[in-house]
């Protein structure tokens, strides 16, 4: 089959330009130069129509740039982004803007990402009304459908998002990206700033939309509880690059690559006794610097010298199960 969304060999540096000081340094004879974060190194991802697809990783590890390319919000430095098999370069503007807006995205921060000066019913109506997704005259009504899909009582939508609880910003966004008519809804940490009982029903609202609207989802979170609950597949990151990918049940139950071992480790669980939390080995290093060899290495209890200067191969180790590590060699 092929995926409905494919990323190939992605890579994202962010550059920040010298400022005038170490430019007039760095002509006087100073080594300055410009500051570079390696934001993702090659990464290669697909999700396949209807799929619930979980990132997850420590923050930092490039799970929010991906999510962004991945929604074209923001260009890969390098690497190709395919629609149902198609470049979504290559397209012409009218197919391109088309393919673009299958794909929508729900943001972690559901107030900075909705305009404080509208309403409620213009949040959510602007995009069709522009893209002529429906008629002007029905947006009303359209609009009041969207917000009872959502558990919004229609009653509010003249109302600003201050006026709002979280939770009910939240379903807001959910809404707007819903009124495109998407096929597939990039989740940025969508219910990461909510209460616990708050994120069990905005959990629950994301399954039920996707039976109703038969929606894909990449759904980006660093709370694997909230991942094994939600995803198919499961894919995670460490400092700009995929380790490990398999399907939830599989990941979950036989974790192949030492960095998901280790946070599988400390995901809180009712029949493990009390214990004192222990975290990660060392720091994560700098995006700007990324060590050689194994991203890993630094913090891996079974570090050896050919993780230090080798990249390990993303292979798979069992059906459907990739991960990239050394050690799979030695078996």
């Not at 008519?181 to 905005?202: F, N, R, T, W």
């Not at 989802?217 to 499961?234: K, N, Q």
């Not at 993303?314 to 060699?329: R, T, V």
């Amino acid at each position: 089959m092929t995926p409905l969304l494919q990323l190939d060999n992605i890579t994202k540096n962010f550059v920040r330009p010298l400022d005038l000081a170490a430019r007039i340094a760095r002509f006087a004879g100073a080594d300055t130069h410009e500051v570079v974060v390696h934001a993702l190194d090659d990464v290669s991802l697909a999700v396949t129509e209807g799929e619930v697809v979980g990132l997850a990783g420590e923050s930092g590890c490039g799970k929010s740039t991906l999510g962004r390319i991945a929604a074209g919000i923001l260009a890969p430095t390098a690497g190709t982004r395919l629609w149902r098999g198609t470049d979504i370069a290559a397209l012409t503007p009218e197919a391109r803007r088309a393919a673009e807006l299958k794909i929508q995205m729900v943001f972690q921060d559901s107030y900075a990402s909705l305009n404080p000066r509208m309403r409620v019913a213009d949040i959510i109506g602007e995009a069709p009304r522009v893209h002529g997704i429906d008629a002007a005259d029905d947006i009303d009504y359209y609009v009041d459908q969207l917000m009872e899909k959502v558990g919004l009582d229609p009653g509010f939508r003249r109302r600003f998002p201050h006026q709002f609880s979280g939770g009910q910003r939240a379903r807001i966004g959910i809404a707007r990206a819903l009124a495109v008519k998407p096929e597939l809804l990039v989740c940025d940490e969508a219910v990461a700033a909510l209460d616990v009982s708050i994120q069990a029903q905005v959990l629950n609202l994301f399954m039920q939309l996707r039976a109703d609207f038969n929606l894909t989802y990449l759904f980006i979170s660093h709370d694997l509880g909230v991942v094994e609950h939600l995803a198919d597949r499961v894919v995670i990151m460490y400092l700009g690059r995929v380790v490990e990918m398999a399907p939830a049940l599989e990941l979950f139950r036989h974790a192949n690559h030492p960095y998901t071992q280790a946070l599988l480790a400390e995901v809180p669980t009712l029949d493990k006794r009390r214990r004192d939390f222990t975290p990660i080995k060392g720091e994560i290093p700098s995006p700007i610097e990324p060590p050689p060899g194994c991203h890993f290495h630094p913090r891996c209890p079974h570090a050896m010298e050919r993780c230090r200067v080798e990249k390990p191969a993303f292979k798979e180790i069992a059906p459907g199960h990739w991960s990239a590590c050394h050690l799979n060699d030695q078996r």
